[in-house]
């Protein structure tokens, strides 16, 4: 029914720049909050930033000052804009969204298939 897409994750060196690219499709009638998980080997799943549908930015402590989340909603698309990477920000970077549904379920969180970014000399 509805189906994330992310792009823009790869290799880069310590102190590098990468633009991630989460867009949504299907059967959407509106998107809520809409933003970023992140998952390393053998840690679990945690919350990068997060975009709210009253335009409130929520940062892991991390990543504040360092990773920017935006999203446009005419494209029902979120971006995360990272500088100054990190050996530890290597990950697999998840999109998440809590979407409105026209059809059966009405609500639905969904996932991206994750996309890869990988910090290192």
């Known amino acids: 029914q509805v189906q994330l897409v992310e792009s823009g994750g790869g290799l880069v060196q310590p102190g590098g720049s990468l633009r991630l690219s989460c867009a949504a499709s299907g059967s959407i009638f509106s998107i809520g909050a809409m933003g970023w998980y992140r998952q390393a080997p053998g840690k679990q799943r945690d919350l990068v930033a997060i975009?709210?549908?009253?335009?409130?930015?929520n940062y892991a402590d991390s990543v504040k000052g360092r990773f920017t989340v935006s999203r446009d909603n005419a494209k029902n698309t979120v971006y995360l804009q990272m500088n100054s990477l990190k050996p530890e920000d290597t990950a697999v970077y998840y999109c998440?969204?809590?979407?409105?549904?026209?059809?059966?379920?009405?609500?639905?969180?969904?996932w991206g298939q994750g996309t890869l970014v990988t910090v290192s000399s």
């Open positions: 975009s709210t549908s009253g335009g409130r930015l």
């Open positions: 998440n969204a809590g979407v409105i549904t026209t059809g059966f379920p009405s609500a639905l969180e969904v």
